[in-house]
């Protein structure tokens, strides 16, 4: 069955603005004491639990989640607002960003009240990191072909199998996995899968780093052997996840952080061709920014759906795809803008570093968050083309 597409005109509310002016301030006043560079920080790992600490005390993360868990309920679209101004400057929010945008609404919706008091506060704090298993070897993005089993004991479920594209797994404190418990039906492959909170400290857990062309080991291989999870732990609906799992991805795929990874680029470009560019420069220029904002609406759109309650599978998926070509297009086009611009090489100095380090990172994209194989099979699905 068909379904429509739709973006709605949202526009950010007065508070969102008035919490943006906040959120700069902060990140001045972090940028002036030393603890992160914006010009260097992109080809740093982006991982400080110091930061991630200050900005839970600010009430910056779970900032959409109910007050008795340590959230502030405030909208998304205030929430999309402190995303994108992190991601403007490159800011080390990778203790706690999985925990924020797509783990803690999980166990808000499928955990027990203990877990949910336990855990919930740390994440807010910035005390507390996760990360996602869902795609595994030999299956990629294709989330219902996972052969990962837990099979069923007295007290609980035994974890085997692997998960890759773990990112930052080495750091985490627990995963939510999806696991297969039953096989797939003849009608319904995506019939068998359940989720599961694990903690990564647990007998029977590897993680194993994936080096990339970066010099980077952000990816990993989880591999799970005879891993004991108590039965509590068990997130929602026995063999019934791939609705709980589609539905998360609405938060994975959709903010800004999906079209901003090597926004830097940009930023760095606008300084390197000055203020009055040539007519080829600004016309380049123009068409960067031009499709930047695009993909902002679309993305602020999305947020004002989840706001409303809705879950906007398919519009988060396009913004992931489209997001991610431009991202990856992005560094290739400012290095040809750049090539013949007249300015002093003190004055592109952070340019020409950090244009190899986003020339490198850019094959990545295309597997974090979704395939473009796999994005489009969805989005194809959702118009009754397939």
């Not at 069955?1 to 990140?27: G, H, T």
């Not at 803008?337 to 300015?343: G, I, R, S, V």
């Amino acid at each position: 069955m068909s379904q429509p597409i739709r973006f709605d005109p949202i526009r950010l509310p007065p508070e969102a603005e008035v919490l943006r002016a906040e959120v700069r301030a902060f990140l001045a006043e972090e940028i002036a004491a030393g603890h992160f560079d914006p010009q260097t920080s992109p080809m740093q790992d982006g991982f400080d639990r110091d930061f991630s600490r200050r900005v839970g005390q600010r009430g910056w993360i779970g900032m959409t989640w109910p007050k008795r868990y340590g959230g502030q309920e405030r909208s998304y679209l205030e929430r999309y607002v402190v995303t994108e101004e992190f991601r403007a400057v490159s800011a080390p929010v990778r203790a706690h960003f999985t925990a924020d945008r797509q783990s803690g609404p999980v166990l808000l919706k499928y955990a027990s009240e203990e877990i949910k008091m336990d855990i919930l506060p740390r994440i807010t704090r910035g005390e507390c990191g996760f990360c996602i298993g869902l795609s595994e070897p030999n299956s990629g993005s294709d989330l219902f072909a996972a052969r990962a089993k837990a099979e069923k004991t007295a007290r609980g479920f035994v974890l085997n199998g692997s998960k890759v594209w773990t990112t930052y797994a080495q750091c985490a404190d627990y995963m939510i996995g999806l696991f297969r418990t039953s096989l797939p039906t003849d009608d319904n492959r995506r019939h068998g899968l359940t989720q599961f909170l694990i903690d990564l400290k647990s007998d029977g857990v590897a993680i194993n780093p994936i080096g990339n062309m970066a010099g980077g080991a952000d990816f990993n291989e989880v591999v799970f052997t005879d891993c004991f999870v108590p039965a509590a732990h068990q997130l929602g609906e026995i063999d019934g996840a791939w609705k709980q799992a589609t539905s998360e991805l609405a938060y994975e795929r959709s903010g800004p952080e999906r079209f901003l990874e090597t926004a830097y680029i940009l930023t760095e470009l606008t300084r390197t061709l000055g203020p009055e560019p040539d007519r080829r420069e600004a016309e380049g220029l123009g068409r960067l920014v031009a499709q930047l904002h695009t993909l902002r609406r679309m993305s602020v759109s999305v947020n004002g759906m989840l706001q409303a309650g809705h879950e906007p599978v398919l519009e988060g998926s396009l913004v992931k795809d489209l997001g991610t070509i431009w991202q990856q297009i992005l560094p290739t086009k400012a290095r040809d803008l750049a090539a013949f611009a007249e300015t002093a090489p003190e004055e592109r100095a952070a340019f020409d570093a950090l244009l190899p380090h986003a020339l490198r990172i850019a094959p990545k994209l295309t597997i974090q968050g979704g395939t473009t194989e796999i994005l489009r099979g969805i989005i194809a699905r959702g118009l009754g083309l397939r």
